[in-house]
């Protein structure tokens, strides 16, 4: 098995510590400064990537700025998401200048995450990062990264205080998808989360209406599809350190008519097996090639596996591609796991 990321990222795991107010005073000053900023989420954007770019998209093109909002790909953002565009600021990746004035990276964990525009990061005159991923490297020259945060929407609305820009219902709806989703529908949640939340709301967003277009609307043939992915979930009881690996594959012959949303919600079912502290989902994305999404319930840091195969995200959900046999990639995973360092039970 090979991973396709470099594998200069793999074990350089630097924690974000918390955003200081030095940090969004930086952030803003650079963004007050720019007429023209070029905001891209991480390749196959979720709602915190995307929301997040979105949101505060719409805050500069209302303070009259030149704003473009692109990812690497896939060409299209999530059907799920695009209603969030309310100005028309996404562009295909082929948009974004070969040498964008202010480049801001959103919600994107490394480097390889922004695939075919992470070359933007050396062309750009001046580039911010700002993430809530553990395992972020800081690529980039500037940084607002803050692993505590909830989501990078949350880093977001911090930044926007800083600036002074006004909440209105569009921003929030935006910065509402990343929190919601991020926060598993604020399972994770400490008080602030709600206090977050309650200042989206006060600025419009119809918490209902929002959710089920993002979370709880999939087409009938999902159902199917479920019947057949979750039939051939697999149990490994010894696996990860003892404490319980279970497993499925999505292959490609599952997915005909189905969007990106349907098969990401797989891992969310998978994961509720009471005999599994780690849920793994290979989704087959191409011939021989799988992107593999990793959750844990509270004890092991799979941030780290996903980080030893070349891939990133969070302690309890991360993500890695690889290519090669399924087999072969489930060995590997196997072994990554069984070297994944333990979570402190109050950790989390
Ligand atoms: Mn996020």
Redesign the pocket.
Same mark, same amino acid.
């Given at each position: 098995m090979t991973s396709r990321y470099a594998a200069a990222e793999a074990g350089r795991r630097t924690e974000w510590g918390d955003c200081c107010a030095d940090g969004f005073a930086a952030a803003a000053a650079l963004l007050r400064a720019a007429d023209d900023v070029t905001l891209l989420a991480h390749v196959n954007p979720d709602a !915190?990537?995307l929301g997040s770019a979105l949101g505060l998209g719409l805050a500069l093109h209302g303070c009259g700025k030149t704003v473009r909002v692109s990812f690497g790909e896939p060409l299209h953002a999530p059907e799920s998401l695009a209603a969030l565009d309310v100005a028309g600021l996404i562009v295909p990746a082929s948009q974004v200048p070969r040498a964008p004035r202010l480049l801001v990276a959103l919600?994107t964990g490394n480097l390889a995450r922004l695939g075919p525009l992470g070359d933007r990061v050396a062309t750009a005159d001046a580039g911010l990062v700002s993430d809530?991923h553990v395992s972020n490297p800081r690529f980039g020259k500037h940084h607002l990264g803050d692993a505590k945060a909830e989501?990078?929407a949350v880093i977001v609305l911090r930044l926007l205080d800083e600036l002074g820009i006004p909440l209105d219902t569009d921003i929030a709806r935006c910065l509402y998808a990343?929190l919601v989703t !991020?926060t598993r529908c604020f399972r994770i949640a400490r008080p602030a989360t709600h206090a977050y939340a309650a200042r989206l709301l006060s600025a419009g967003v119809r918490a209902e209406i929002e959710t089920r277009t993002l979370m709880d609307t999939h087409p009938f043939g999902w159902l199917g599809m479920l019947a057949d992915v979750l039939g051939r979930a697999e149990l490994e009881p010894q696996a990860a350190r003892g404490l319980g690996l279970v497993h499925t594959r999505v292959l490609g012959s599952d997915v005909h008519g189905m969007r990106t949303e349907e098969v990401e919600s797989v891992v969310d079912l998978v994961r509720t097996s009471a005999e599994a502290e780690v849920a793994a989902v290979l989704k087959e994305v191409g011939q021989g090639e799988w992107s593999v999404s990793l959750r844990a319930k509270q004890r092991l840091d799979v941030g780290a596996a996903a980080t030893a195969l070349g891939g990133g995200g969070h302690r309890l959900a991360s993500g890695f591609t690889a290519t090669g046999r399924a087999d072969d990639v489930l060995a590997a995973l196997r072994t990554a796991l069984d070297t994944a360092p333990l979570l402190d039970p109050g950790q989390y």
């Open positions: !915190d990537a919600d809530h989501a990078t990343g !991020d």
